[in-house]
């Protein structure tokens, strides 16, 4: 008997790897163009913060979470791919598919684990990989955030969830390792608040009725208490991000405006995104939507569907009240639970069409034995008919799960099919490597003076106006490009300079898209 379960364990696990497998090579496939793209401006925005501050400063405010800091976990993707590669966009393009292709064995995991099901786990994740309107998480490096606050996100919920799976509260080592994941899925973007109401819903559904409030303060405390203790980690992270002079709430676009209109027009949009729809919706659809997904959930009795039905409401909370609207990448964590009902609604339609099959043919089987006994054959005849009986049930249920398995890649084979044709017909991989160009246009053009200003160094950029939409990105450039923190670098008609100061300077260059031009340096003089 043991040996017997040894080997079906062992058959399971083979055909997990196979699953995750061709779920990676499916991925890559789409993601392999995504090495040919270069920086955007937005990353040298990025790493130029990172690069100011340094990296102890960096390591640090990982720890302090609550700072103003922006986005600290980003710095540990850009500092030491700077520092191995410089201004190289390949290993970062090669990294942040890695994180992604990561991903995709936790999430399978994670979907196994909350539906016990390898089918629907496989059409999820499959449907996650990779989806056109979400396809800036693969091909643009400034959403290097949403990556990593992905992985964190998805890591700490797995975790969580394979240790709660044993039907035991966290040991305190386990409620750490949770609160560290989580705490790094905040450092990398702010769409990961969400997380401790996920979890408390995931409890909420999971436990029984409470006979009285001792019971009830029992729960709490040693089932609910990680998504408390997280959620007063929210709170403080809230707080201190909000506040302070640092604050990206001192910008407009990240100051969440917060009405129903908002919140419906952010929502139908990423609904009709993520669903493939040709046209927006309406709220009214919307609100219709998301009460036959609940409606759905009740009547199968599913805590997991259940859990999914409140996921797509509160997980892009975050994002609802911010104008302009966010949309691609940031839908990532969204995608997954409209990929978990998806995947679950097409399961739910083969079993039925195979337990009908089974109906019929048991039903024809029947009417086989009956017609034996009134032939009058009673005794052996009855018996062999019971036998074959018992038979014919094996090969019809063994029949039912090879037609299961065989639908099941009939729908990811055509589901795949369909988002390589979506991803033609929005023709993203064009439209995404050609956002890079202009960037890697500025790099080379750097480059191309093959200069070193010597420490100590004053540098003014002079860039024609409306030569790039942001001006800033060729100091930026410059100052990685040079990678030496004591040279002052002034972009001219931005920075204030007395006339003391601009007959002073050092370096003076002409900078634009595709031409750097040195003007004034200490060997050449106006």
């Keep these: 008997m043991k040996v017997a379960q040894r080997h079906q364990a062992h058959r399971a696990i083979i055909i997990d790897a196979i699953s995750v497998a061709v779920l990676v090579a499916y991925f890559l496939y789409f993601a392999f163009p995504a090495l040919r793209g270069g920086f955007r401006g937005d990353e040298m925005t990025n790493m130029a913060i990172y690069w100011t501050s340094g990296m102890l400063k960096s ?15 980003g710095a540990l993707y850009y500092l030491p791919l700077y520092h191995f590669f410089a201004l190289n966009p390949l290993p970062y393009r090669i990294v942040q598919i890695s994180i992604l292709a990561a991903s995709i064995p936790m999430v399978y995991y994670l979907s196994r684990c909350l539906t016990s099901s390898r089918s629907i786990a496989f059409l999820a994740v499959l449907a996650l990989c990779y989806h056109p309107q979400v396809a800036n998480l693969v091909f643009t490096g400034a959403f290097i955030y949403d990556v990593l606050s992905g992985f964190f996100y998805f890591a700490a919920l797995t975790y969580y969830i394979h240790s709660r799976e044993k039907e035991r509260p966290l040991r305190p080592l386990q409620l750490l390792g949770f609160l560290v994941l989580y705490i790094c899925a905040l450092n990398s973007k702010e769409m990961a608040v969400t997380l401790p109401v996920i979890v408390l819903i995931y409890e909420v559904l999971r436990c029984h009725r409470w006979t009285n409030w001792r019971a009830f303060f029992h729960w709490s405390w040693s089932i609910a208490g990680p998504s408390l203790i997280a959620g007063l980690l929210t709170a403080v992270y809230t707080y201190g991000k909000t506040h302070g002079s640092a604050s990206l709430t001192r910008y407009d676009p990240y100051r969440p405006k917060i009405s129903w209109d908002n919140f419906f027009t952010s929502n139908t949009t990423f609904v009709t995104d993520l669903l493939y729809l040709q046209h927006p919706i309406t709220p009214i659809t919307l609100l219709v939507l998301w009460g036959l997904v609940f409606i759905y959930a009740s009547l199968r009795h599913d805590r997991t569907l259940q859990l999914m039905a409140f996921w797509v409401v509160i997980v892009p909370l975050p994002i609802a009240f911010l104008v302009p609207l966010r949309a691609g990448a940031c839908l990532y964590l969204l995608l997954f639970g409209w990929a978990m009902i998806f995947a679950t609604f097409v399961i739910d339609l083969i079993t039925l069409v195979s337990k009908s ?3 019929i043919d048991r039903g024809v089987g029947a009417g086989a034995t009956t017609g034996a006994i009134t032939g009058g054959v009673l005794n052996s005849s009855v018996r062999g008919a019971a036998t074959g009986t018992a038979t014919g049930a094996a090969i019809r249920q063994r029949c039912a799960s090879a037609f299961r398995i065989v639908a099941v890649l009939l729908v990811a084979s055509g589901f795949a099919i369909f988002t390589r044709c979506e991803n033609q017909r929005y023709g993203t991989v064009r439209a995404l490597l050609g956002v890079g160009q202009q960037v890697s246009h500025l790099i080379e053009a750097l480059k191309s003076l093959h200069l070193q200003p010597p420490p ?15 001006k800033w990105h060729g100091v930026f450039i410059a100052d990685l490009l040079w990678n030496d923190h004591s040279l002052q670098i002034w972009l001219d008609g931005v920075s204030q300079l007395t006339p003391q100061q601009l007959a002073k300077v050092d370096y003076i260059i002409s900078l634009n898209e595709f031409q750097a031009q040195v003007i004034r340096s200490p060997e050449v003089k106006q």
Excluded: G, K
């Design 59 to 73: 390591l640090w405010a990982n720890v302090t979470f609550w700072t103003t800091f922006y986005r600290p976990a």
């Design 357 to 359: 099959r089974m109906l």
């Design 456 to 470: 100590q160094s004053t540098v003014l950029i002079r860039i024609p106006e409306n030569a790039f939409p942001n």
